[in-house]
């Protein structure tokens, strides 16, 4: 229908109002309680000649209650609509019609043709303002197919030209929320994203409007939104199976762009399937090393270095609880099961103030919701490890839990290791995670998640390493009112690790350390309107750490008992953010967290001179305090704040600056994270780290989003990291104290990401120059380092290059490779000796002032798909991957050996040549 026939079918509907419509005076007396409203009409037409014409779907099945004495039939009517979307219209005497969403116009604006001017004070008394909403049926010239959803109730007195349209995002197999949805309203040029409850608020113009909704892994939806008010639209997206092929870091349209957050990656664990890992493991933290500011010391190692930052400096959270130690196996395997992990976001520039307690990054770790409607699973198996999850609902569209369980079932790996001496070696692991999830009502839901792991290794005949990480984590949802989105989360975790030594001799042991902590976390979002979306909250935990336990392991053994005194305190936070979109082209995201730290008692710290190094000479008192006094404060505020200025709707500026405090440390001489690190509280003499970073950056859309370009810059100085005096002795020390130096550190470097999210070949390339150095100055030679000049941090690698791609060669065979390249880690190297009253002793170069040789390896793999039918048990794919197709020795370490007055040098690798690997998956 075109405009003309519009306006010519809105005359006749004119002039059947005016031939027939007459002002109604009827009074009306009536009551009603708990009454359907269909029930309400038919007395109506009882007790008056009207008859009114409807469908009767329209009304819905809620009672209303009322009572009205010589009432007007235009206040009744009023009421018993009010809370519909239904509206009237009294055509006669007799006749009374109802129409969905819209309004039938007795006489149009004055206006509407254009033709007569009329004055603000006209148009302000005038009792009709709005023109009719005229829209077309088929306005897409796109190939998606498009939706038409009517919204909110027309009110011709409503003189807004924008209202709010608010709702759900759901799976419509599981009926699960899903969280970081892309509506984007493409006439306006704006959007939103969804919560992590799957909710949205958006503001679009009166009338016709075009939405586009798309996340990972779904299939895109355009819908056609006619808004006559505000209202609720509730959607429901598909799982995309073509699409799960392809990888695809983010699927938010423009996201990278027209956010303002910088330094932030987000990975789905489904897109990571077709990446070639070792063992044919499907990996998603390792996936996190490929991109720009991360990586790790080398081949097996845990810990991430993020933008020149220590292992401990990241926070890894796996549903609201920290994860201590995210890897089995020395780092070769993720601690996490694939198949029930969600995603992960990543922040390494624009932490929201939301998280704390670490300097260089958080690690946001999400797990799947169960399905709600039917039971589901998957299932793989490799040459190494067994893993299956299982999604299982209790009571259908409501209530629903995961299982998930891996293991490993071989310990052949270290007999293929290049090391004779590992050959009788020994190694396992298992995970196990729980997901619950439930729907209170339309507006709430509970999420409860527990997880533990446990690995045990030998790598001596006399010695048996046994670590574990538990937790467990729940979180309350509830859309408080239409503007605020609230959640309250309680949380546990706990790490330990057990070391039990049978040797030669009375020398048996048994050495236990251990880290708990256990706290809450109030969480607001405010929509306090289009411009303004606000958030806020108060979190707060407490530490308790046993730095170490050892007993005598055995009636024969001569080793003496020693406990030292456990730790204790608690960290606490308060913050605000504030994500303010000033114009069409600026949007700021300002935050503020105040955090503090209290080291807690029973404790008796030492006291020492100032100015003097911590030693047995410089003691001036000891101190005592009760369980639970406060032994020190600390605590300061920490500035989270970033920018984006659009200078199209495909290129943008963004900047960011943080300011940080990490209240808790490892104490490790290791150059990477290992499972028999300490974790040490700040306390009376070891002071909270901190660190400040800036950082700019371009990013660029290119053929919409089927490129996205970023090149990011920053520099970051640390005060107060901890390192420590030569020879330190950190196991069982009861004043750890005196062998910690704390120092300054600086790091800046340049990241660059080229992605390629759709067609048959995708994928990115990841390339870093970075450099980080730390200086540790003191007066006093003891505690001087380097002459007190920066040297390179034992993570400094000033050249990373990644490359991830896949080819997708047909609808079931793809091919995918991984090629890694970075430089070697500093090293301090023996330059020379020297002989002093009969004894050779060795001289070291600087500190990391060489280094061992560079890293790089290239992997493949080749997926083939199952036929895609529908109707199937299950659908499976095969896995076959190459890892170091090169067969490089790559070095995971160089050590030094004085032998016969020599000094040798050694080389330790993990894999030194390819490693073949085939799995298969089914998922049910």
Not at 368 to 375: G, I, P, R, W
Not at 809 to 815: A, E, I, M, P, Y
Not at 872 to 900: E, Q
């Amino acid at each position: 229908m075109n405009l003309r026939t519009k306006i010519i079918t809105v005359l006749f509907v004119h002039f059947l109002v005016f031939g027939f419509a007459q002002e109604n005076k009827d009074l009306i007396s009536l009551s009603f309680e708990n009454a359907k409203r269909i029930d309400v009409i038919h007395t109506l037409e009882e007790k008056t000649n009207y008859t009114f014409y409807f469908v009767e779907e329209w009304l819905d099945q809620n009672v209303i209650s009322g009572s009205f004495r010589n009432a007007a039939l235009s206040d009744v009517l009023g009421f018993i609509f009010e809370k519909t979307n239904l509206n009237y219209f009294i055509l006669n005497s007799k006749s009374i019609i109802l129409t969905q969403n819209r309004v039938v116009y007795s006489e149009l604006p004055p206006n509407f043709f254009g033709k007569k001017e009329i004055s603000v004070d006209e148009e302000k008394h005038s009792p009709v303002v709005n023109k009719p909403i005229f829209y077309s049926k088929n306005s897409s010239s796109r190939e998606i197919e498009t939706e038409t959803s009517i919204i909110g109730k027309e009110n011709v007195l409503d003189k807004r030209k924008m209202f709010t349209v608010s709702g759900y995002v759901t799976d419509s197999k599981s009926e699960n929320t899903i969280s970081d949805v892309l509506i984007f309203v493409q006439n306006a040029g704006s959007g939103t994203v969804s919560n992590g409850l799957g909710y949205y608020e958006i503001s679009i113009p009166k009338g016709e409007n075009e939405l586009v909704i798309s996340s990972m892994g779904f299939k895109e939806i355009q819908k056609k939104i006619i808004a006559y008010n505000d209202g609720v639209l509730n959607i429901a997206m598909t799982e995309n199976i073509e699409e799960l092929d392809e990888v695809i870091l983010d699927g938010n349209q423009n996201s990278n762009v027209e956010e303002a957050e910088m330094g932030a990656n987000e990975i789905s664990s489904e897109e990571t399937k077709n990446i070639p890992m070792v063992m044919g493991e499907r990996n998603i933290l390792k996936v996190a090393t490929t991109l720009p500011g991360i990586t790790t010391a080398g081949e097996g190692s845990g810990g991430f270095n993020v933008r020149g930052g220590k292992t401990d400096q990241n926070l890894i959270l796996l549903d609201d609880a920290v994860l201590y130690n995210p890897a089995h196996f020395f780092g070769i395997f993720q601690a996490l099961n694939p198949f029930t992990t969600k995603s992960i976001k990543i922040y390494k520039g624009s932490v929201p103030a939301q998280f704390g307690g670490r300097l260089s990054s958080v690690f946001d770790i999400t797990t799947k919701d169960a399905n709600l409607k039917e039971f589901q699973g998957e299932a793989s198996i490799g040459p190494v490890t067994n893993n299956v999850a299982l999604e299982i609902p209790l009571k259908e569209n409501k209530t629903a839990v995961m299982l998930g369980g891996r293991s490993s079932y071989s310990d052949w790996i270290l007999k293929s290791l290049n090391e004779k001496s590992l050959e009788n070696s020994k190694a396992s692991f298992f995970d196990l995670v729980a997901k619950f999830n439930t729907k209170i009502d339309n507006t709430s839901e509970i999420r409860g998640t527990a997880y533990y792991s446990k690995d045990d290794f030998s790598i001596t005949s006399d010695s048996m390493y046994t670590y574990s990480n538990r937790l467990f984590s729940v979180n309350w949802l509830k859309k408080i009112n239409e503007k605020n989105i609230g959640s309250f989360s309680i949380f546990n975790s706990h790490y330990k690790y057990n070391i039990d030594y049978e040797g030669v001799g009375n020398s048996n042991f048994a050495f236990y350390y251990d880290i708990n902590e256990i706290g809450l976390k109030l969480n607001i979002d405010y929509l306090s309107s289009k411009q303004h979306k606000i958030n806020y909250g108060v979190s707060s935990k407490k530490y308790i750490v046993s730095p170490g336990n050892i007993d005598p392991l055995g009636e024969s053994s001569d080793i003496a008992s020693l406990h030292i005194a456990k730790e204790q305190g608690m960290e606490s936070a308060i913050y605000l953010t504030d994500n303010y979109e000033i114009n069409d082209k600026w949007l700021v995201s300002m935050g503020l967290r105040y955090s503090m730290f209290q080291a807690l008692g029973s404790a008796s710290p030492r006291v020492y001179q100032n100015n003097m190094p911590k030693n047995e000479e410089t003691i001036i008192d000891t101190l005592s305090f009760g369980k639970n006094k406060i032994v020190k404060n600390y605590g300061g505020l920490e500035t989270r704040l970033s920018g984006r200025y659009l200078l199209n709707k495909k290129v943008s500026l963004k900047m960011g600056y943080n300011s940080m405090y990490q209240y808790v440390h490892t104490l490790t001489n290791n150059t990477t994270m290992s499972p028999i690190d300490i974790w040490k509280l700040s306390d009376y003499n070891v002071k909270p780290q901190q660190s400040e970073q800036i950082a700019l950056g371009i990013f660029k859309n290119i053929e919409g989003n089927t490129y996205e370009v970023s090149i990011e810059g920053y520099y970051k100085k640390s005060k107060n990291i901890p390192d420590f005096k030569t020879g330190a002795q950190l196991l069982l020390n009861e004043n750890v104290e005196t062998e910690i130096l704390q120092g300054e550190g600086k790091s800046y470097g340049v990241e660059l990401l080229v992605r390629k999210n759709q067609g048959k070949l995708n994928g990115w390339i990841g390339y870093t120059y970075s450099r980080s150095f730390l200086k540790l100055d003191s007066d006093f030679e003891e505690e001087e380092v380097n002459k007190g000049d920066y040297f390179p941090s034992n993570y400094d690698k000033p050249h990373n290059l990644s490359i991830v791609s896949n080819l997708k060669l047909t609808r079931r065979f793809s091919l995918s490779a991984n090629f890694e390249y970075q430089t070697g880690r500093p090293i301090t190297y023996p330059i020379g000796n020297f002989e002093y009253q009969g004894s050779t002793y060795t001289v070291y170069s600087d500190r990391n002032k060489y280094r061992i040789p560079d890293y790089y390896r290239l992997d493949l793999s080749f997926n083939v798909e199952g036929n895609h039918k529908l109707k199937k048990p299950g659908h499976g794919y095969w896995n076959f991957s190459i890892y170091n197709v090169l067969g490089r020795n790559n070095p995971y370490a160089v050590f030094f050996v004085t032998k016969d007055g020599d000094v040798k040098a050694y080389k330790s690798s993990i894999f030194s040549i390819p490693i073949p690997t085939i799995s298969y998956n089914i998922k049910f």
